[in-house]
C-alpha cells in the first residue's frame, strides 16, 4: 500500500506549505512589513493632529495658520497611508501569485510521479480539485494575510498602547466590546471549522459527477440517460449548496456583531465621557473632550483591528483544509522509484523477459499474475491471449512499471527494469493503451508527442508512421490534413481512427519494443491485416508484445501464451496450440471456422 502521510492539523500543513515561499519572497515580504509599520504610523498619527484641531478650535486666540497646519499634516498623513497601501497590495498580489504558482507546479509534477495504484488513491475529481480550488483558496489567504495578520496585530497593540493612560473608564469598555468580539470569532470557528472538510470533500464529488457526464457524453444521450444524469448532479449539488449557505448564514452572524460592538463602544465613550468632561472645570474640560475624540478613534482601530483579523478566521478554516489536502498529495510517498541505470551499456538489445513474476494490486488478496516466465529476443513477436480478467493487460502494464511486480522480476535488455531510471526504460518502449489516448491538439503534434512530447519528430517521419498505421487515407481527406486540430479526447474521429493515430505515435519513435495492448480491436479485419503485414515488415528488428482478444491478429506471432485466472496454461505457434491447449482451441474455433485455423 502506499503511505499517504496525513497531515495532523490545518496550521501545520499551512506553515508546511509557506515553505514553498524563497528568499525573493521572504524579502518582498519584509519589505511589505516596514511599509505596513509605516501605514499604521501614519494611521495612528492622523487622531493626534484631530486632538490638536478640537484643542485649537476651542481655545480662544487660536490662530487659523495653526489649524490649516494640522489640517495639513492630517492630509499628508492619508496620502501615504494610501501610497503604502497601494504599494504593499502590488508586493502581496506578485507574492501570492508566484506562490500559487510554485505550489501549483509542484503538485502537478508529484501527480506525474505518483504511480497508478497511488494515483487510485485519490479519485480523478479529487485531484483537479487540489490542484485548482485548495490551492486558489490557500493563495487567497496568503494574498489577504500578508496584509491583515500584519497590520491588524500592529495597529491593535500601537493603538491600544495611545489609549491606556487616557481613562481607565473607557479602556474598560474597550476591553469588554474585545472581549466580546473574541468570543463571537471562537464560537464561529469552533462550528465552522469542521464543516470546511465536508465543502472540499463536496466540490471533489460535483467535478466527478459533471467529469462523469461529460466524458460519457455519448452513452447518457444514446440511454435517454439525461434526467438520470440531473438527478445526481442534483444530490451532490444540493449538499454541497446546503452545507455552503450553512457555513455562510453561520458567518453572516459576525458582521452585525462586530458593528453593534463598535456602536455600542463609541455610545459608551461618549456616555462616559459625557459624564467625566461634566465634573472637570477649565481647561481639564477641553483636554478630556480632545481625550474622548482621540480614544474613540483609536478604540475604532483596535474593534477595526479585529474586524481584520475575523476576515482572516472567516478564510483560515477552509484554508486550512485545503492546506492538508495538498500536502496529503505532496507528503505521499513514491513507491515506484528510479533506478541508476540510463545507458545502453548492455550485452543484449531488444529482450523481454519474465522470471517467476506474480501480482497482486496493493490493495488486493490476491494474485492476478502467478509464476509468469517466458522470453521474447529481439525480432520477435509474443502475444498473450486469455479470457477476460484473465491478466493480459495487467501483464504488460507491469513492464513500463505501472506497478511493480510482487515476487520475481522482469528483464530488458537483461537488465532489472527496476534498476533503470524511468525516462529511460520508457524511452526504449512504444506503447500502444487499450484505450486510445488523443490529445487536444493537431494530428502532427499529436504523432510527434511520441518524442517525449517535445514534438521534434520530423515531417517525413510523421507522414512514414501515419501511413504504415494506415490513417493516411482518412487524414487526406480532413481539410487541414496533418494540421487538423483533434478535439480532447478525439471525439471528432471514430474508434478506430483513433487507435490508428495512437499506433502511429508510438512507430514515430523508433522503439526497441514494442507493446501494443488490444490496439487493434477497433479495426475492421482488413484495416486489421493491412496494419499487421505493413508493421511487420516495418518492425522486423524490434521485439513486439501484443495483447489481443482475435485469433487473426497473433495468428503469425512466433510465441502465443494463453492465460487463465492468471496461469500460463499454453505457449506456442498457432498451431502447436491448436493440438496442446483447449482454452485457446475454443476461443479459436468460438472464431474462426476450421478451414479458416488450418490455412492460417
Not at 24 to 38: M, R
Not at 424 to 441: E, S
Not at 558 to 576: A, M, P, Q
Request: charged share 20%.
Amino acid at each position: 500500500m502506499p503511505l499517504i502521510t496525513k497531515t495532523k492539523g490545518g496550521k501545520g500543513a499551512m506553515i508546511k506549505l509557506l515553505k514553498e515561499l524563497d528568499k525573493k519572497q521572504w524579502t518582498l515580504a519584509f519589505i511589505s512589513l516596514i511599509l505596513i509599520i509605516g501605514q499604521v504610523w501614519l494611521e495612528l498619527k492622523m487622531p493626534d493632529y484631530m486632538s490638536e484641531i478640537t484643542i485649537l478650535v476651542q481655545t480662544e486666540g487660536s490662530k487659523m495658520s495653526e489649524i490649516l497646519i494640522n489640517g495639513g499634516y492630517m492630509l499628508l498623513c492619508a496620502l501615504g497611508s494610501l501610497l503604502s497601501a497601494v504599494i504593499v497590495g502590488y508586493i502581496v498580489s506578485k507574492i501570492s501569485a508566484t506562490f500559487s504558482m510554485n505550489v501549483r507546479k509542484k503538485l502537478f509534477n508529484k501527480v506525474q510521479e505518483l504511480a497508478t495504484n497511488e494515483i487510485k488513491e485519490f479519485s480523478t475529481s479529487s485531484l483537479i480539485t487540489r490542484t485548482t480550488n485548495d490551492i486558489t483558496q490557500v493563495q487567497m489567504l496568503v494574498a489577504m494575510g500578508l496584509q491583515l495578520m500584519i497590520k491588524a496585530p500592529i495597529t491593535a497593540i500601537w493603538a491600544v498602547s495611545k489609549i491606556l493612560n487616557k481613562s481607565w473608564q473607557w479602556s474598560a469598555i474597550t476591553g469588554v466590546g474585545v472581549l466580546i468580539l473574541v468570543g463571537v470569532i471562537t464560537t464561529l470557528m469552533i462550528i465552522v471549522m469542521p464543516r470546511f472538510k465536508i465543502v472540499q470533500k463536496l466540490i471533489d464529488k460535483v467535478n466527478g459527477v459533471t467529469r462523469e457526464n461529460l466524458t460519457g457524453i455519448r452513452v447518457v444521450r444514446a440511454f435517454n440517460a439525461e434526467a438520470y444524469q440531473e438527478e445526481k448532479f442534483a444530490e451532490v449539488n444540493t449538499k454541497l449548496t446546503k452545507q455552503q449557505l450553512f457555513n455562510q448564514k453561520t458567518f453572516a452572524i459576525l458582521s452585525p456583531s462586530m458593528y453593534l460592538v463598535m456602536n455600542f463602544l463609541t455610545l459608551g465613550i461618549y456616555f462616559v465621557g459625557a459624564y467625566l468632561i461634566k465634573d472637570a472645570v477649565g481647561l481639564e474640560k477641553v483636554e478630556l473632550f480632545g481625550d474622548m475624540v482621540v480614544f474613540s478613534s483609536y478604540s475604532m482601530q483596535v474593534i477595526m483591528s479585529f474586524l481584520m483579523l475575523a476576515m482572516i478566521f472567516m478564510m483560515l478554516p477552509r484554508a486550512q483544509v485545503s492546506a492538508s489536502r495538498i500536502n496529503e498529495v505532496l507528503d505521499t510517498e513514491i513507491t515506484i522509484k528510479d533506478g541508476k541505470i540510463n545507458s545502453d551499456k548492455t550485452e543484449e538489445i531488444g529482450t523481454v523477459e519474465f522470471k517467476n513474476v506474480s501480482f497482486k494490486y496493493p490493495d488486493g488478496e490476491e494474485y492476478v499474475l502467478k509464476d509468469i516466465s517466458f522470453r521474447a529476443n529481439r525480432g520477435e513477436t509474443v502475444a498473450f491471449i486469455g479470457s477476460t480478467g484473465s491478466g493480459k493487460s495487467t501483464l504488460i502494464n507491469l513492464i513500463p512499471r505501472f506497478y511493480d511486480v510482487t515476487e520475481g522480476e522482469i528483464l530488458i535488455d537483461g537488465v532489472n527494469v527496476k534498476d533503470y531510471t524511468q525516462e529511460f526504460l520508457h524511452n526504449k518502449i512504444g506503447y500502444v493503451p487499450q484505450k486510445a489516448v488523443i490529445f487536444n491538439d493537431t494530428i502532427n503534434n499529436n504523432i510527434a508527442y511520441g518524442d517525449n512530447g517535445k514534438g521534434k519528430i520530423s515531417e517525413s517521419k510523421i507522414k512514414e508512421a501515419i501511413e504504415i498505421a494506415q490513417a493516411k487515407e482518412f487524414v487526406e481527406k480532413m481539410e487541414d490534413k496533418y494540421e487538423t486540430q483533434m478535439a480532447q479526447g478525439g471525439t471528432n474521429v471514430s474508434g478506430g481512427q483513433k487507435q490508428r493515430l495512437s499506433i502511429a505515435r508510438a512507430i514515430a519513435r523508433n522503439p526497441e519494443i514494442y507493446i501494443f495492448d488490444d490496439s487493434f480491436s477497433a479495426l475492421d479485419y482488413k484495416t486489421d491485416s493491412i496494419l499487421r503485414k505493413e508493421l511487420k515488415q516495418y518492425t522486423k528488428d524490434t521485439t513486439t508484445l501484443i495483447v489481443a482478444q482475435r485469433i487473426g491478429t497473433i495468428m503469425n506471432a512466433n510465441k502465443i501464451l494463453v492465460l487463465d485466472e492468471g496461469k500460463v496454461v499454453g505457449e506456442g505457434t498457432h498451431k502447436e496450440l491448436l493440438k496442446t491447449c483447449e482454452i485457446y482451441k475454443q476461443i479459436a474455433l468460438s472464431q474462426l471456422s476450421k478451414e479458416e485455423l488450418e490455412n492460417g
